[in-house]
């Protein structure tokens, strides 16, 4: 059965988790600043045992649910400096999976990251590094692997607070792990927290704006009163729901992988992780990408301006999901999922 409420133990995370993120808040415009504020941040969340939350017990983690992982992910998106948390929480679930890969590879109070794209050229094209990782996770040639970094790549640049950067694979040091085929789990997981991230976001710039249009005044009376304003943010606490129950479901079924999973488009019924994954994160970067745009609408100049920091969460809803490639191509390996590539090569 599938709640659609969070457990008691899952609203004292949300609270917890909340408090964190809201209390190491910042829109720090220099990169400097910026920098210091996500080393605290991180900090905090190495000292609270969360960066070990999606190992396994035996291991020294948490061993969280991807539902709890989801709520931690949501509460992220509100915090800016919170950038790779969900690539480190993927990495250290899958390396945990099983005691051939195990969690030891990653060094206590040390991030790890991903590259969801396999290398081309000996380089993994766009590997998000703003948290400073030591270890990258992919696909290289034949094989699913770790690479252990030296320090945080040289080169590199930023998206808003988001850093993108070129990793180059060293076939020597690149720890090889088992088919190409087991990435798949890497990727389910990434677009389900991925999707729960972006719901964070969105929660968190919805009521921004919605405390903004209220406070704002124009002719005499707040902006939020006019109906242009008012029907355009009507509509997005329902969008938000829906993500964020496609998103459960999907960490649902992730979680509770069947031998036979249904993907039947007739009657609408999906259990494939894969799917569901796939759905959820398209889904909420629909609905991040919609908010994103009403949020600095509404604001008007201040918007876009880097004392506010809303145009951060502007690039960050469009950056995230392209790490997995281009949309198009996303919607298209969707389609080929459920309706099948031959259908869809017509």
Not at 101 to 106: D, E, H, I, K, L
Not at 292 to 300: I, K, L
Request: glycine share 10%.
């Amino acid at each position: 059965m599938i709640l659609l409420r969070d457990s008691d133990d899952e609203q004292a995370l949300r609270y917890a988790f909340g408090q964190v993120f809201t209390k190491f808040q910042t829109s720090a415009a220099d990169h400097a600043q910026a920098e210091a504020n996500r080393t605290a941040l991180w900090s905090q969340l190495d000292e609270m045992g969360v960066l070990a939350m999606a190992a396994p017990e035996s291991l020294g983690g948490g061993n969280a649910s991807l539902t709890q992982l989801c709520v931690l992910a949501e509460e992220a998106g509100a915090n800016v400096d919170s950038g790779g948390l969900v690539e480190h929480l993927t990495a250290t679930r899958f390396l945990g999976a099983d005691s051939g890969t195990a969690y030891g590879p990653v060094p206590k109070a040390s991030s790890a990251t991903i590259s969801l794209r396999p290398s081309r050229s000996g380089r993994w094209p766009a590997v998000l590094t703003s948290a400073g990782p030591s270890l990258v996770l992919g696909v290289h040639g034949d094989a699913v692997g770790i690479l252990r970094l030296a320090g945080p790549p040289a080169d590199g640049h930023f998206v808003g607070p988001v850093r993108i950067s070129e990793v180059a694979v060293d076939d020597q040091s690149f720890i090889r792990l088992g088919p190409p085929a087991r990435f798949r789990m890497v990727l389910d997981t990434w677009r389900v927290l991925t999707a729960a991230y972006l719901i964070g976001i969105c929660d968190y710039l919805l009521a921004r704006t919605v405390t903004y249009v209220c406070d704002r005044h124009q002719f005499g009376k707040p902006v939020g009163a006019y109906q242009s304003v008012a029907h355009g943010l009507a509509d997005l606490p329902g969008m938000i729901s829906g993500a964020r129950l496609l998103t459960g479901k999907a960490a649902w079924s992730v979680d509770n992988a069947v031998s036979r999973p249904i993907t039947d488009l007739a009657r609408n019924e999906y259990t494939d992780p894969g799917v569901l994954a796939a759905m959820a994160l398209l889904f909420a970067a629909d609905t991040a990408n919609a908010i994103a745009d009403r949020a600095v609408h509404y604001h008007g100049a201040i918007g876009a301006a880097v004392e506010t920091g809303i145009h951060n969460y502007y690039r960050i809803v469009r950056t995230l999901p392209l790490l997995a490639g281009p949309m198009s191509i996303q919607r298209r390996e969707l389609a080929d999922l459920i309706l099948g590539p031959t259908w869809t090569s017509r």
